[in-house]
């Protein structure tokens, strides 16, 4: 037992002495390890400190600097402010020193009333101290308008085919080859006897009552975009076409300062004093009636019947307008039955279903006509030439943007091969009409209302004469 112990005595010191020794090292290896952490951590602790020191001298320099600029802008504020306290203390002395002049001038002046204390304007001839005298020329640029009498017109003048020309370079896409008017641009021609119409046409020869209105807003105003760019050549020849589309002068008419006052427009007189507020207004003021305020009984004094509204039965009806609007119509607005006494009426006052006779066309044929009278034909060539932008006539004549109108005479209207017809010739020409003398009048006239739907922008002709030339001169162009 002794024995063992002596050997496992020295045995487990040598063991502890080595477990010792190895716990030593390993303390000491770890606390070296510890140590490095900790200098790192110092060395970035103090890397930041120095940022933060660096960018804290920063911002105390930015600091300064906005300082001394703050201090200078103050100052230069200061400097401002007493300035122009200065100046408000100098005029305050003034305005006391002319205040005091004004009390000494007051009290040493004898007694005057309110009225005369009231300082008179300045007379025009000593001025207001504004501005300057206009010069010559600047009041002539300004000194443009025109007066119903012609004062006002400068030196100049224009004739009607120069007008035309003018016209068709400058205003025509607008206001149409023929002053007709374009989409919803104003029409310029045409419109008589339209102003107690409910849609009354408004134009120069319709509605505008003097030519220097004319004259002066084509002079101002046209053309459209370029105001003031005409002649006063131009403007003169411009304003005689416009006349020449109206009827109001012919074509070999010149407008001048000579000629100006020989013209006078349809609607001279159509325009009148207003005097509504001492005609009409006290009657639209006085005490209304609202009992017993007709004194006589009522009496019928017209029937419906005549003026062809209600069928009556005794045959009353059979001249009534009504009843020969329904004639010209072919009595199908009624149907098949009509009342005793129509003018549709059969015997036994069943309608009469037979077919309406067509009556052979009286004119001859062209070919016995008598010869035209030259002065007539000469007279027609020369209306024809608001014609000619449209539509060719003569040898060798073609279709232009209307169809050419050799032989026009027996044709069908809207038959010539060919040519592109709107819509309303077609059906003109499929219900069968033809163009004679008094189509051709009646469509010279008004085209409009002669071919309902026509496309042709042409207002037509007043005059009677330059139809029976225009007819006379086709008729010989054809021959």
């Known amino acids: 037992m002794s024995k063992f112990l002596n050997l496992a005595l020295p045995a487990a010191g040598g063991t502890a002495l080595v477990l010792g020794g190895a716990y030593g090292i390993a303390t000491s290896s770890y606390g070296n390890d510890r140590i490095d952490v900790l200098e790192a951590n110092l060395t970035a602790a103090q890397a930041v400190a120095s940022a933060q020191v660096a960018e804290a001298g920063e911002l105390r320099t930015a600091l300064e600097a906005l300082s001394a600029t703050t201090e200078e802008q103050m100052a230069a504020l200061r400097a401002e402010a007493g300035a122009q306290a200065n100046a408000a203390e100098r005029q305050i002395a003034a305005l006391q020193t002319q205040l005091q002049t004004a009390q000494a001038k007051t009290s040493d002046a004898p007694a005057t009333d309110a009225a005369t204390l009231v300082t008179a304007a300045p007379k025009p001839d000593q001025g207001f101290g504004l501005g300057r005298t206009a010069l010559p020329e600047e009041i002539a640029a300004w000194d443009v308008d025109v007066l119903p009498d012609g004062r006002g017109l400068p030196e100049g003048a224009g004739d009607v085919w120069t007008g035309e020309e003018v016209f068709g370079e400058k205003c025509a896409s607008c206001h149409g080859d023929f002053a007709e008017g374009r989409d919803n641009w104003p029409v310029l021609a045409g419109g008589f006897d339209t102003l107690a119409d409910e849609n009354p046409v408004k134009t120069v020869g319709s509605y505008w009552p003097y030519l220097s209105t004319v004259w002066d807003y084509v002079h101002r105003s046209m053309p459209f975009g370029n105001a003031g760019t005409l002649s006063d050549d131009e403007v003169y020849a411009i304003t ?43 009657q639209w003021r006085a005490e209304p009636c609202m009992e017993n305020c007709k004194t006589a009984a009522a009496q019928i004094t017209r029937r419906s019947t005549d003026v062809g509204v209600t069928p009556a039965d005794d045959g009353s009806m059979a001249e009534s307008h009504m009843e020969q609007q329904l004639a010209l119509l072919g009595g199908v ?43 007539l034909v000469a007279q027609g060539e020369k209306a024809f030439r608001r014609c000619k932008s449209c539509h060719a006539v003569g040898p060798g004549a073609k279709n232009k943007t209307g169809p050419h109108l050799n032989s026009v005479f027996g044709r069908t209207i809207g038959g010539l091969d060919g040519f592109k017809y709107s819509s309303a010739f077609q059906s003109a020409a499929e219900a069968g009409r033809v163009w004679d003398d008094a189509s051709i009048a009646a469509f010279l006239a008004k085209p409009k209302s002669y071919i309902d739907g026509t496309k042709m922008t042409f207002a037509g002709l007043k005059n009677e004469a330059d139809i029976a030339g225009i007819i006379a001169y086709l008729k010989a162009i054809s021959q």
């Open 240 to 282: 005689a076409y416009i006349l020449f589309s109206n009827d109001l002068v012919g074509d070999d008419f010149t407008l001048s300062q000579e000629t100006f006052a020989d013209v006078t427009l349809g609607n001279a007189d159509g325009f009148v004093v207003d005097d509504r507020a001492e005609v009409e207004y006290p």
């Open 333 to 375: 607005e009624w149907g098949k039955e009509r009342v005793a006494g129509s003018v549709f009426m059969g015997a036994g006052g069943v309608a009469e279903d037979e077919p309406v006779e067509e009556i052979a066309s009286l004119d001859p044929p062209a070919e016995a006509a008598e010869a035209a009278d030259p002065a």
